[in-house]
């Protein structure tokens, strides 16, 4: 129990720790890169959770997909990006004001609501579970969800093609 | 096993870097970098919550918020990409055309 917690609290903070990088670092090669840890750090999170195909499926689709697609923006789009990151300190101050309230107010929100206890631990595989309910209650959305899916890949390749100057 | 407050607290803290990273940052890519913190900490709510509820329905969420995700990742790359060939830059305070 006692190293459970710990893990628990070493995985939360590589996951933290990334992305405060990812949101405030300089230099986007990094930003980019600390993502990595942010993903990999939700799936621990997942396992601790039970969830154990969601932390598969993120892991191949965040890290292997999302992220690869990301670094590949990055690169193209180099040159000009690492010169010009520098904020105004104007903007910058009221901005994390905020963002602190906000965080107060949601913790505070979540420490006083009195959350229902777990129901016993027990680790079972969700896979079947989860293909069951997608094959049977959640059938429509889920070939909505393909169909979003094929929109969006032929959007993104007729946005991205290069123009052809006549 | 931890109880339910920690995992809140913690997608709460991720949210609230990837507000911060929306708000602050005047990159583009960030920006989008940032969306996909939130969408992360929403996700593991719904775990959490899933495991928790004892139900299955808050993972399921989870897969159509990541297709969501994969989707808006890739049209907003490719907007990002688009917008650079054009403009040579990618910081969103020059992105006034629509302005009048």
């Known amino acids: ?166 | 096993m931890a109880p339910l407050n920690y995992y809140l607290v913690l997608s709460a803290i991720i949210f609230a870097i990837g507000v911060a990273g929306v708000v602050i940052r005047r990159n583009f890519i960030v920006i989008l970098l940032s969306i996909e913190l939130m969408l992360n900490a929403v996700n593991l709510t719904f775990i959490a919550f899933a495991r928790y509820l004892g139900s299955m329905e808050g993972q399921v969420i989870v897969f159509f918020v990541m297709t969501v995700a994969a989707a808006e990742a890739v049209v907003g790359l490719a907007i990002i990409i688009s917008i650079f060939r054009h403009r040579r830059s990618l910081d969103p305070r020059e992105m006034q055309l629509l302005k009048w």
């Open chain 1, 1 to 166: 129990m006692e190293l459970a917690t710990a893990i628990f609290y070493l995985v939360a903070a590589v996951t933290v720790g990334s992305a405060a990088m990812v949101a405030f670092s300089r230099n986007i090669i990094y930003s980019a890169f600390s993502l990595l840890g942010t993903f990999a750090g939700v799936a621990g999170i997942y396992v601790f959770l039970g969830a154990d195909f969601v932390a598969a499926v993120q892991v191949l689709i965040y890290v292997g997909g999302i992220l690869v697609l990301i670094l590949f923006a990055v690169m193209l789009t180099h040159r000009i990006t690492d010169v010009q990151i520098t904020n105004r300190a104007a903007g910058r101050i009221p901005a994390l004001v905020m963002v602190a309230v906000f965080i107060a107010l949601l913790v505070q929100t979540i420490q006083e609501t009195p959350w229902v206890k777990a129901k016993e631990i027990v680790y079972v595989p969700t896979t079947g579970a989860i293909g069951d309910l997608f094959l049977q209650s959640y059938l429509l959305p889920f070939e909505l969800a393909s169909l979003v899916l094929l929109a969006a890949l032929i959007g993104a390749v007729v946005l991205a093609r290069k123009e052809i100057k006549e």
